[in-house]
C-alpha cells in the first residue's frame, strides 16, 4: 500500500509523515496494487486487517467497531420506507465513529515513533484522541473551538489527560492551526481526517454494514460536518465491490445543519466554493464552514448520484427525540439530522436505507434538557404516586 494525491497522483510510502500532496498540497489517499484479500477474522475494526495499512499485531485497541445495525421498522413504517437501519456508531468505546478511525491512526503514529499527536475537533475527535492516545503512552494535544463543545465531549479529553486548548474561534480556525503546528513541528503527529489513516479505520463502517445486510444499502444518509466519514464510507464501499464482495454501490446523500452547509449551498450554486464564514448550530459537532476533504466528499456524492442536503436545528431536535422514543436509540443532535432529512423528505426508496448515527447521546445532554422537559412530583407516597400518574 502507498500514499497517492488524489490531484496529481504523486505517491509516498506510508511511513513519509505528510498530511497533504508535497508537489500540489491536495488531499491524500491509501491506495493497494495488490489484489483485495478477504481472508477477514475476528469482529470490529481489525476484522478488515488484510484492508489496512497498519499492522493488526500491534494495534493500539479498545475494542472499537462491530456496533449494531438496528432495524428500525416502526421508524421505517412512518416514513414510509421499505427498510431503514440505523448503524449506531454511538456504540463504539468513546462514544462515536471517530474510534474507527483513531485506532488505525494511532497505530500508525506508534510505529512511525512520535511522541505526541494532535487534532482540532468539535469535541468527539478530541475524546477519541485523548484515550487511544492513552492507551498508546503518547501525549495528546487538543484544540477546540471556546464554549462550543458539548459537556459530555469536554469531560471525555480531561479525564483522559489530554492537553486542551480552547481557542478564541470555531473548528476552522482551530484545523487550521493544528494544521500549520503539526507541519512545521515533526514531534506532533496531526490525527484529524485530513490524515488518510484515519479514514482507512472509518470505511470499515461500510465493511460491515455490507456483511450485514449481503450487498451494499440502496441509500446511506449520513451527517456531514468536516466531510472526512463521506469520504470513508464511499471509500469502503468501492473497495467491497472491487473485491467482488457486493454488487451495488449506495447512494450518498451528507445531511448538514441549515446554518453550517457549505457544501449542500455550493452543490445547489449558491456560493463558489465550499467554504463559509461564522457557520452556526445546535449540533456542535458539525459546526464547521471550511470542510477539509470537500474535494473527497463532492466526488462521493458526484459518483453515487447522491446530494448533499440541510435540516434545520428544530427539525434535528425534533428527530432526536422522535428516534429515541420511537426505537430507543439516543443519539447526539448532529447524528438526528439523517433521521431530520428523512422524516422532512420522506424520500421514495424502494431498497434498504442505512441512516448512520455517529455519536452517543449521552455525550450532549443538555441539548436534550433545553427543552424544559416535564417532570412530575410526588409525595413519596402510594396516594401521591397513583395522583400525578393519574392511575
Ligand atoms: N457526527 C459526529 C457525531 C461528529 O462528531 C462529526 C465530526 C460528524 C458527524 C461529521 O463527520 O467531519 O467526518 O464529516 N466531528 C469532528 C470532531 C469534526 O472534531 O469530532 P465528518
Not at 432495524?71 to 468505546?93: F, I, Q, S, T
Not at 428516534?323 to 447524528?335: D, M, N
Amino acid at each position: 500500500m502507498t500514499q497517492q494525491c488524489i490531484q496529481c497522483k504523486a505517491r509516498y510510502p506510508l511511513t513519509q509523515v505528510l498530511y497533504t500532496c508535497a508537489a500540489c498540497n491536495d488531499l491524500l489517499e491509501i491506495i493497494s496494487d495488490a489484489p483485495a484479500r478477504n481472508d477477514f477474522g475476528g469482529a470490529g475494526v481489525w476484522r478488515y486487517a488484510p484492508l489496512l495499512p497498519a499492522d493488526s499485531r500491534r494495534a493500539v485497541t479498545l475494542g472499537e467497531g462491530a456496533t449494531g445495525l438496528h432495524r428500525c421498522d416502526r421508524l421505517a413504517a412512518e416514513l414510509g420506507l421499505a427498510a431503514l437501519h440505523v448503524k449506531n456508531e454511538g456504540e463504539n468505546p468513546t462514544g462515536s465513529f471517530k474510534d474507527r478511525g483513531m485506532t488505525v491512526g494511532m497505530t500508525h503514529a506508534r510505529t512511525l515513533g512520535v511522541q505526541s499527536v494532535a487534532c482540532a475537533s468539535t469535541g468527539n475527535t478530541s475524546a477519541a484522541l485523548a484515550a487511544y492516545a492513552a492507551r498508546a503512552g503518547l501525549r495528546a494535544v487538543v484544540l477546540i473551538p471556546g464554549g462550543k463543545v458539548a459537556l459530555g465531549k469536554l469531560a471525555q479529553a480531561i479525564v483522559h489527560n489530554a492537553r486542551i486548548v480552547q481557542i478564541n474561534g470555531n473548528f476552522d480556525d482551530a484545523m487550521r492551526l493544528v494544521h500549520e503546528l503539526s507541519s512545521s513541528n515533526a514531534g506532533v503527529y496531526l490525527l484529524n481526517s485530513i490524515n488518510p489513516f484515519r479514514l482507512e479505520g472509518q470505511k470499515t463502517a461500510a465493511f460491515e454494514i455490507c456483511e450485514a445486510l449481503g450487498d451494499a444499502p440502496e441509500t446511506l444518509v449520513l451527517p456531514l460536518g468536516n466531510a472526512g466519514n463521506i469520504s470513508a464510507y464511499w471509500k469502503g464501499f468501492r473497495e467491497f465491490r472491487a473485491a467482488g464482495l457486493i454488487k451495488r454501490l449506495p447512494r450518498m446523500i451528507g445531511v448538514q445543519a441549515a446554518g453550517a452547509a457549505p457544501i449542500a449551498e455550493f452543490l445547489r450554486g449558491q456560493r463558489t466554493d465550499c467554504r463559509m464564514d461564522d457557520p452556526n448550530t445546535i449540533a456542535t459537532a458539525i459546526r464547521i464552514g471550511a470542510p477539509v476533504s470537500w474535494k473527497k466528499a463532492l466526488a462521493a456524492i458526484r459518483d453515487s448520484g447522491g446530494d448533499a442536503v440541510t435540516v434545520t436545528d428544530d427539525e434535528i431536535l425534533a428527530a432526536q427525540r422522535k428516534l429515541a422514543a420511537t426505537e430507543g436509540l439516543f443519539v447526539e443532535p448532529s447524528s438526528a439530522a439523517p433521521i431530520a432529512w428523512l422524516l422532512r423528505e420522506k424520500p421514495q426508496i424502494a431498497g434498504p436505507v442505512v441512516a448512520v448515527a455517529t455519536g452517543n447521546g449521552l455525550k450532549d445532554p443538555d441539548a436534550v434538557l433545553s427543552a424544559k422537559p416535564v417532570l412530575l412530583q410526588s409525595e413519596a407516597t402510594m396516594d401521591g404516586l397513583r395522583r400525578v400518574l393519574e392511575l
